[in-house]
Protein backbone atom coordinates (compact mmCIF):
# COMPACT_ATOMS: atom_id res chain seq x y z
CA UNK A 1 0.00 0.00 0.00
CA UNK A 2 1.36 3.40 -0.71
CA UNK A 3 -0.25 6.22 1.44
CA UNK A 4 0.67 10.05 0.79
CA UNK A 5 0.50 11.98 3.46
CA UNK A 6 1.36 15.61 3.27
CA UNK A 7 -0.28 17.38 6.14
CA UNK A 8 2.68 18.65 7.11
CA UNK A 9 3.33 20.87 4.27
CA UNK A 10 0.03 21.99 4.29
CA UNK A 11 0.67 23.52 8.14
CA UNK A 12 3.97 24.81 7.13
CA UNK A 13 2.84 26.95 3.93
CA UNK A 14 -1.17 27.74 4.73
CA UNK A 15 -0.01 30.34 7.52
CA UNK A 16 -3.74 31.51 8.09
CA UNK A 17 -7.61 31.91 5.73
CA UNK A 18 -12.59 32.75 5.39
CA UNK A 19 -14.95 30.54 3.88
CA UNK A 20 -17.22 33.59 4.42
CA UNK A 21 -15.93 35.07 1.00
CA UNK A 22 -14.57 34.02 -1.92
CA UNK A 23 -12.81 36.85 -3.37
CA UNK A 24 -10.61 36.13 -6.16
CA UNK A 25 -7.18 38.02 -5.82
CA UNK A 26 -4.42 39.02 -8.00
CA UNK A 27 -1.06 38.14 -7.80
CA UNK A 28 1.10 40.81 -9.69
CA UNK A 29 3.42 42.10 -7.02
CA UNK A 30 1.55 45.63 -7.54
CA UNK A 31 -0.23 47.43 -5.14
CA UNK A 32 -3.74 46.45 -5.90
CA UNK A 33 -7.43 47.27 -4.24
CA UNK A 34 -8.97 50.12 -2.43
CA UNK A 35 -5.62 51.38 -0.59
CA UNK A 36 -6.76 52.50 3.06
CA UNK A 37 -4.26 55.35 4.28
CA UNK A 38 -3.04 53.32 7.25
CA UNK A 39 0.81 53.18 9.10
CA UNK A 40 0.90 49.95 8.32
CA UNK A 41 1.63 51.04 4.76
CA UNK A 42 5.39 50.64 3.63
CA UNK A 43 7.26 50.20 0.52
CA UNK A 44 10.65 49.92 -0.36
CA UNK A 45 12.85 48.64 -2.82
CA UNK A 46 12.07 50.76 -5.94
CA UNK A 47 15.61 50.10 -8.00
CA UNK A 48 17.91 51.62 -4.82
CA UNK A 49 20.35 48.64 -3.96
CA UNK A 50 20.92 50.07 -0.22
CA UNK A 51 20.90 52.97 2.18
CA UNK A 52 17.61 54.21 1.17
CA UNK A 53 14.75 54.19 3.27
CA UNK A 54 11.35 53.03 3.64
CA UNK A 55 8.08 55.07 3.49
CA UNK A 56 7.12 55.44 6.80
CA UNK A 57 10.71 54.55 8.54
CA UNK A 58 13.16 51.37 7.94
CA UNK A 59 15.98 50.66 5.79
CA UNK A 60 15.99 49.26 2.37
CA UNK A 61 18.77 46.91 0.97
CA UNK A 62 17.03 46.96 -2.50
CA UNK A 63 14.24 43.66 -2.25
CA UNK A 64 11.30 45.28 -3.57
CA UNK A 65 8.59 45.30 -0.30
CA UNK A 66 5.40 46.73 -0.61
CA UNK A 67 2.77 46.31 2.78
CA UNK A 68 -0.26 48.34 2.37
CA UNK A 69 -3.93 47.89 4.00
CA UNK A 70 -6.71 47.71 0.86
CA UNK A 71 -9.99 47.05 0.26
CA UNK A 72 -11.09 43.93 -1.94
CA UNK A 73 -14.61 42.66 -2.32
CA UNK A 74 -15.80 45.18 0.63
CA UNK A 75 -13.56 43.88 3.32
CA UNK A 76 -10.23 44.67 4.37
CA UNK A 77 -6.71 42.76 4.08
CA UNK A 78 -3.01 43.42 4.92
CA UNK A 79 -1.46 42.99 1.20
CA UNK A 80 2.45 42.14 1.35
CA UNK A 81 4.96 41.55 -1.69
CA UNK A 82 8.34 40.49 -1.28
CA UNK A 83 10.02 40.49 -4.94
CA UNK A 84 8.66 41.29 -8.32
CA UNK A 85 6.65 38.08 -8.97
CA UNK A 86 9.44 36.45 -10.92
CA UNK A 87 13.38 35.85 -10.19
CA UNK A 88 14.19 32.96 -7.51
CA UNK A 89 12.12 33.62 -4.29
CA UNK A 90 8.72 35.86 -4.07
CA UNK A 91 6.03 35.78 -1.85
CA UNK A 92 2.71 37.67 -1.79
CA UNK A 93 -0.32 37.35 -0.26
CA UNK A 94 -3.30 39.38 1.31
CA UNK A 95 -4.84 38.33 4.95
CA UNK A 96 -8.13 39.73 6.13
CA UNK A 97 -8.31 42.38 8.59
CA UNK A 98 -10.01 41.38 12.01
CA UNK A 99 -12.28 44.35 11.29
CA UNK A 100 -12.50 47.69 13.12
CA UNK A 101 -10.32 50.21 13.46
CA UNK A 102 -7.41 49.40 16.49
CA UNK A 103 -4.54 51.90 17.14
CA UNK A 104 -1.17 49.95 17.20
CA UNK A 105 0.69 53.22 19.20
CA UNK A 106 0.66 56.40 20.30
CA UNK A 107 -3.06 56.76 21.21
CA UNK A 108 -4.93 56.29 25.03
CA UNK A 109 -5.17 52.62 24.19
CA UNK A 110 -2.41 51.14 22.29
CA UNK A 111 -2.54 47.72 20.99
CA UNK A 112 0.70 46.82 21.84
CA UNK A 113 3.07 49.07 24.78
CA UNK A 114 4.90 51.62 24.10
CA UNK A 115 4.66 55.85 23.28
CA UNK A 116 4.74 55.93 20.39
CA UNK A 117 6.78 59.26 20.26
CA UNK A 118 8.86 59.37 17.15
CA UNK A 119 6.16 56.45 15.14
CA UNK A 120 3.46 59.15 16.49
CA UNK A 121 -0.44 58.15 16.55
CA UNK A 122 -1.86 55.95 13.73
CA UNK A 123 -4.73 53.41 13.24
CA UNK A 124 -3.85 50.23 11.38
CA UNK A 125 -6.57 47.29 12.00
CA UNK A 126 -6.02 43.76 13.35
CA UNK A 127 -5.70 41.06 11.30
CA UNK A 128 -6.53 37.43 11.05
CA UNK A 129 -3.32 36.16 12.79
CA UNK A 130 -1.73 35.37 16.27
CA UNK A 131 -2.65 37.80 19.13
CA UNK A 132 -0.17 40.30 20.37
CA UNK A 133 2.80 38.33 22.73
CA UNK A 134 2.44 35.40 21.35
CA UNK A 135 1.29 32.12 23.23
CA UNK A 136 4.16 32.80 25.94
CA UNK A 137 4.27 36.40 26.59
CA UNK A 138 8.22 36.17 25.56
CA UNK A 139 8.42 35.35 22.18
CA UNK A 140 10.48 32.53 22.33
CA UNK A 141 8.41 30.62 20.60
CA UNK A 142 8.39 30.87 16.63
CA UNK A 143 4.35 30.88 16.49
CA UNK A 144 4.84 33.54 18.69
CA UNK A 145 7.07 35.82 17.10
CA UNK A 146 5.80 34.71 12.88
CA UNK A 147 2.66 33.94 13.35
CA UNK A 148 3.82 30.60 11.22
CA UNK A 149 0.75 27.84 11.50
CA UNK A 150 -1.87 30.11 14.30
CA UNK A 151 -3.24 32.50 11.74
CA UNK A 152 -6.42 31.77 9.98
CA UNK A 153 -6.04 30.13 6.47
CA UNK A 154 -9.34 30.93 5.54
CA UNK A 155 -8.81 34.41 5.65
CA UNK A 156 -6.21 34.82 3.42
CA UNK A 157 -4.29 33.84 0.12
CA UNK A 158 -0.68 33.42 -0.93
CA UNK A 159 1.00 32.38 -3.89
CA UNK A 160 4.87 31.85 -3.01
CA UNK A 161 7.66 30.58 -5.09
CA UNK A 162 11.06 28.92 -4.97
CA UNK A 163 12.81 28.75 -8.61
CA UNK A 164 16.68 27.57 -7.90
CA UNK A 165 19.04 25.21 -9.89
CA UNK A 166 17.50 21.67 -9.19
CA UNK A 167 14.02 22.57 -7.84
CA UNK A 168 11.06 25.05 -8.96
CA UNK A 169 7.94 25.32 -6.33
CA UNK A 170 4.96 26.66 -6.01
CA UNK A 171 2.61 27.14 -3.34
CA UNK A 172 -1.08 28.86 -4.43
CA UNK A 173 -4.33 29.97 -2.61
CA UNK A 174 -5.99 32.39 -4.84
CA UNK A 175 -9.31 32.18 -2.70
CA UNK A 176 -9.73 32.98 1.29
CA UNK A 177 -12.24 29.91 1.26
CA UNK A 178 -10.73 27.26 -0.09
CA UNK A 179 -7.59 25.12 0.44
CA UNK A 180 -4.20 25.67 -2.01
CA UNK A 181 -2.37 23.72 -4.38
CA UNK A 182 1.16 23.03 -4.25
CA UNK A 183 3.40 21.59 -7.22
CA UNK A 184 6.96 20.97 -7.09
CA UNK A 185 9.68 19.78 -9.96
CA UNK A 186 12.80 18.44 -9.10
CA UNK A 187 15.59 17.69 -11.35
CA UNK A 188 19.29 16.65 -10.86
CA UNK A 189 21.66 14.23 -12.90
CA UNK A 190 19.30 11.60 -15.13
CA UNK A 191 16.56 11.56 -12.93
CA UNK A 192 13.51 14.66 -12.77
CA UNK A 193 10.28 14.40 -10.48
CA UNK A 194 7.30 16.25 -10.97
CA UNK A 195 4.86 16.21 -8.07
CA UNK A 196 1.69 18.63 -6.90
CA UNK A 197 -1.21 18.19 -4.98
CA UNK A 198 -4.47 20.43 -5.83
CA UNK A 199 -6.72 20.66 -2.67
CA UNK A 200 -8.84 23.55 -4.30
CA UNK A 201 -11.78 20.86 -3.92
CA UNK A 202 -12.49 21.55 -0.81
CA UNK A 203 -12.83 24.44 1.86
CA UNK A 204 -11.53 24.24 5.64
CA UNK A 205 -14.74 22.99 6.46
CA UNK A 206 -14.90 20.08 4.70
CA UNK A 207 -12.79 17.14 5.53
CA UNK A 208 -14.48 14.39 3.14
CA UNK A 209 -12.52 15.16 0.28
CA UNK A 210 -8.78 14.57 -0.75
CA UNK A 211 -6.68 16.44 -3.09
CA UNK A 212 -5.98 15.73 -6.94
CA UNK A 213 -1.44 13.94 -6.44
CA UNK A 214 0.47 14.21 -9.43
CA UNK A 215 3.72 12.23 -8.87
CA UNK A 216 5.80 11.19 -12.15
CA UNK A 217 9.52 10.85 -12.28
CA UNK A 218 11.91 9.70 -15.07
CA UNK A 219 15.25 8.32 -14.98
CA UNK A 220 17.15 8.83 -17.99
CA UNK A 221 20.39 6.59 -16.70
CA UNK A 222 21.30 4.62 -19.96
CA UNK A 223 22.86 1.93 -17.24
CA UNK A 224 19.96 0.86 -15.96
CA UNK A 225 18.75 -2.58 -16.05
CA UNK A 226 16.27 -3.60 -18.20
CA UNK A 227 12.40 -3.97 -17.06
CA UNK A 228 12.30 -7.77 -14.77
CA UNK A 229 9.77 -10.41 -14.94
CA UNK A 230 8.48 -11.79 -11.63
CA UNK A 231 9.99 -15.23 -11.20
CA UNK A 232 7.06 -16.77 -9.74
CA UNK A 233 4.08 -15.19 -12.29
CA UNK A 234 6.07 -14.28 -14.95
CA UNK A 235 4.33 -10.57 -15.30
CA UNK A 236 6.11 -7.49 -15.91
CA UNK A 237 7.37 -5.76 -12.63
CA UNK A 238 7.18 -2.06 -12.50
CA UNK A 239 9.78 0.01 -14.19
CA UNK A 240 12.84 1.37 -12.76
CA UNK A 241 13.31 4.47 -15.59
CA UNK A 242 9.95 6.15 -14.98
CA UNK A 243 7.21 5.69 -12.36
CA UNK A 244 3.46 7.44 -12.40
CA UNK A 245 1.25 7.38 -9.57
CA UNK A 246 -1.29 7.68 -11.64
CA UNK A 247 -1.20 4.66 -14.44
CA UNK A 248 -1.06 2.85 -11.15
CA UNK A 249 -2.92 -0.80 -11.81
CA UNK A 250 -3.09 -4.39 -11.22
CA UNK A 251 -3.36 -7.08 -9.17
CA UNK A 252 -2.12 -5.90 -5.23
CA UNK A 253 -1.61 -2.01 -6.31
CA UNK A 254 -3.27 -0.01 -3.73
CA UNK A 255 -2.45 3.98 -3.23
CA UNK A 256 -4.16 6.08 -0.65
CA UNK A 257 -4.55 9.93 -1.03
CA UNK A 258 -4.95 11.43 1.98
CA UNK A 259 -3.70 15.04 1.89
CA UNK A 260 -6.20 17.65 1.99
CA UNK A 261 -8.62 15.83 4.23
CA UNK A 262 -8.41 18.15 7.52
CA UNK A 263 -10.16 21.14 8.48
CA UNK A 264 -9.90 24.40 10.35
CA UNK A 265 -11.96 25.83 13.16
CA UNK A 266 -11.62 29.59 14.56
CA UNK A 267 -10.03 30.12 17.41
CA UNK A 268 -9.77 32.72 19.97
CA UNK A 269 -7.07 35.43 18.72
CA UNK A 270 -7.64 38.33 16.31
CA UNK A 271 -10.13 38.24 13.38
CA UNK A 272 -10.44 33.96 14.47
CA UNK A 273 -6.69 32.63 14.51
CA UNK A 274 -4.89 30.43 17.13
CA UNK A 275 -7.70 27.89 16.07
CA UNK A 276 -7.26 24.12 15.62
CA UNK A 277 -6.99 21.75 13.09
CA UNK A 278 -8.63 18.52 12.38
CA UNK A 279 -7.40 15.20 10.45
CA UNK A 280 -9.57 12.44 9.47
CA UNK A 281 -7.62 10.33 10.71
CA UNK A 282 -5.14 11.49 13.69
CA UNK A 283 -4.32 15.06 14.92
CA UNK A 284 -0.96 17.23 15.47
CA UNK A 285 -1.10 19.94 17.98
CA UNK A 286 0.82 22.90 16.03
CA UNK A 287 0.86 24.31 19.74
CA UNK A 288 2.13 21.48 21.71
CA UNK A 289 5.62 21.40 19.87
CA UNK A 290 8.53 21.43 21.47
CA UNK A 291 10.34 23.94 19.26
CA UNK A 292 12.88 24.60 21.11
CA UNK A 293 14.68 21.21 19.61
CA UNK A 294 14.85 22.98 16.43
CA UNK A 295 17.39 26.15 17.88
CA UNK A 296 21.05 25.51 18.06
CA UNK A 297 22.75 27.51 20.32
CA UNK A 298 25.88 28.33 18.35
CA UNK A 299 23.51 30.49 16.06
CA UNK A 300 21.97 31.77 18.60
CA UNK A 301 24.38 32.90 21.15
CA UNK A 302 22.22 36.29 22.57
CA UNK A 303 19.69 34.06 23.44
CA UNK A 304 20.84 30.44 24.06
CA UNK A 305 17.75 29.41 22.52
CA UNK A 306 16.30 29.95 26.51
CA UNK A 307 15.31 33.70 26.56
CA UNK A 308 14.95 36.04 24.00
CA UNK A 309 14.11 38.84 26.18
CA UNK A 310 10.99 41.02 26.82
CA UNK A 311 8.65 42.82 23.99
CA UNK A 312 9.17 42.62 20.29
CA UNK A 313 10.99 45.78 19.91
CA UNK A 314 9.67 49.23 20.22
CA UNK A 315 11.48 51.20 17.44
CA UNK A 316 9.68 54.10 16.05
CA UNK A 317 6.54 53.21 18.49
CA UNK A 318 8.68 54.11 21.66
CA UNK A 319 10.08 51.64 24.20
CA UNK A 320 8.57 48.14 25.65
CA UNK A 321 6.57 47.24 22.48
CA UNK A 322 5.99 46.44 19.23
CA UNK A 323 4.01 45.62 15.67
Not at 145 to 163: E, T
Request: proline share 4%.
Amino acid sequence: MMRFDWRVLVCVATLLWSSTALAQFSFNARSTGSVVSSIANQTCGSGSTSGGMMDGGGVCDGTQFLQEVTTIGGNQYYHIVIGNGGGAFGIEYYVRTAGGTVCWYGCSSPRVSGGGMMGGGGVAPLSSSAGAGGLNGNNTDPLASSNSGVGRPDRAAIRMFNNTTGMTQEFLKSTESNKPKITQTTSGGPITQNFSIDMTNSTYSDMSKAGTVVLRSTNNDPNLPDQQRNPETGALLPRSDQFDLGQLSGPGVQSEITGGRFTYTAGSGDGGSLGNYRYFADSFDVYNVNWASFCDPAQNTASNCTDYGGGAGGGMGGGGGGM
